[in-house]
């Protein structure tokens, strides 16, 4: 509760500041109102606001007066999480930490693009590993998403660290597999209050060699999401070790094709795609909030993959427009965790609102091929 001790003071140095406001204002009008009444409507307040309310004036102290320590303490994991993620909404300075449950300080070097320094820092909470990107050496947390939403909704403070948040970042190398090369783009923008980060992986052939644009020998292709990444090597590779995998479970047959569906969207994804060259192939992950489009030239030439991820609207660490992209390190990697609900195809449609994406006709095959048994299995 140190934590709290210390916000207490900071925030009691303006309160002396409004305590003398109070005296000069003594009739604003909330104050006018019966005491009842004005418990009535403290009461409907969440812990995190009454904190700050009690901080506000001498009178509203007294309303609310309360032992935050102990209130604090009485709640439940999940509701201490949401008081700081509550407090840290209205603090420019403070962000909530899941694994400390406390705040932090701000940290303006603390960028997606400085992964490698940040996941090294000595503190007691280490990073997210969220949707496996950390190998491009960008990783958004669940800080930055809500800094950036925090300080774009303020306006008016911390200008620079906004935009470095918000800053582009490519990233372009040799492939291991010569002559291909690669490039990464991570994009974040503030769409309707809602944090939408866009990746796009790209791998060029620029000799003469005819060789595929997505080979099997090598691991080289990206963790789009913790849902949809590749079990070593290519594709096809990885989509027969998958298989091989689900066999050994002795699941019925059904329950084996949905899971091998639900676990290759990328390689089914990428087949697609090399079936039809120049033609977006669509999906959607069924457990975070994450489109992908994938396509092939038609020289066949360059391969594109494409993920628009949706990271949610200000909120608590512990909420699942959040965790669903946080890759859970203990569980077993056939376990998916639920399923998400949200409109597929719609982070995508957000993001290019107004712009053609061409009539990719992947979306819509790949999609009813795979519901079907989803449907079968919510009956049996
Ligand atoms: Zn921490
Ligand atoms: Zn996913």
């Not at 969440?46 to 209130?71: N, P």
Request: hydrophobic fraction near 35%; glycine fraction near 6%; charge should be neutral.
């Amino acid at each position: 509760m140190h934590c709290l001790r210390f916000l207490c003071r900071l925030l009691g140095k303006g309160r002396h500041h409004h305590r003398d406001h109070d005296q000069d204002n003594p009739n604003a009008v909330i104050l006018q109102l019966p005491l009842d009444l004005l418990l009535l409507i403290t009461d409907q307040l969440a812990l995190h606001d009454k904190f700050l309310l009690s901080h506000t004036c001498k009178t509203l102290r007294q309303v609310t007066c309360q032992d935050w320590a102990i209130e604090v303490s009485r709640l439940s994991f999940e509701d201490q999480i949401g008081f700081w993620a509550g407090l840290a909404y209205s603090l420019p300075n403070r962000w909530a930490c899941l694994k400390c449950c406390q705040l932090h300080p701000i940290d303006t070097s603390d960028v997606p693009r400085a992964y490698w320094a940040i996941s090294a820092r000595d503190v007691p909470c280490t990073v997210d590993m969220s949707r496996g990107v950390e190998i491009e050496a960008y990783s958004v947390q669940h800080y930055h998403v809500q800094f950036a939403l925090k300080l774009s909704r303020l306006g008016n403070i911390h200008r620079r660290y906004l935009k470095a948040l918000m800053k582009p970042y490519t990233c372009t190398r040799k492939s291991p597999i010569p002559p291909l090369a690669e490039s990464y783009t991570a994009e974040p923008r503030i769409i309707n209050k809602r944090f939408i980060l866009r990746e796009e992986w790209k791998f060029r052939n620029n000799t003469s060699s005819a060789i595929p644009i997505f080979p099997d020998e090598h691991d080289l292709f990206p963790s789009v999401c913790p849902h949809m990444d590749m079990l070593y090597g290519g594709p096809a590779r990885s989509r027969f070790r998958k298989e091989s995998s689900i066999r050994q479970m002795g699941m019925r047959q059904l329950e084996e094709h949905v899971l091998l569906k639900e676990v290759t969207l990328l390689e089914e994804g990428i087949a697609s795609a090399c079936e039809s060259p120049g033609q977006w192939i669509f999906n959607s992950c069924l457990h975070c909030a994450t489109d992908i489009a994938v396509m092939i030239s038609t020289d066949e030439r360059e391969g594109t993959i494409r993920a628009w991820h949706d990271f949610g609207i200000e909120g608590s660490p512990m909420d699942i427009s959040w965790k669903a992209h946080v890759r859970d390190q203990h569980a077993y990697w056939l376990d998916l965790g639920p399923y998400l609900d949200y409109p597929h195809g719609s982070i995508r449609e957000l993001w290019l609102e107004g712009a053609s994406h061409g009539t990719g006709t992947g979306q819509s095959t790949l999609r009813s091929v795979f519901k079907k048994p989803i449907d079968g299995l919510s009956k049996v």
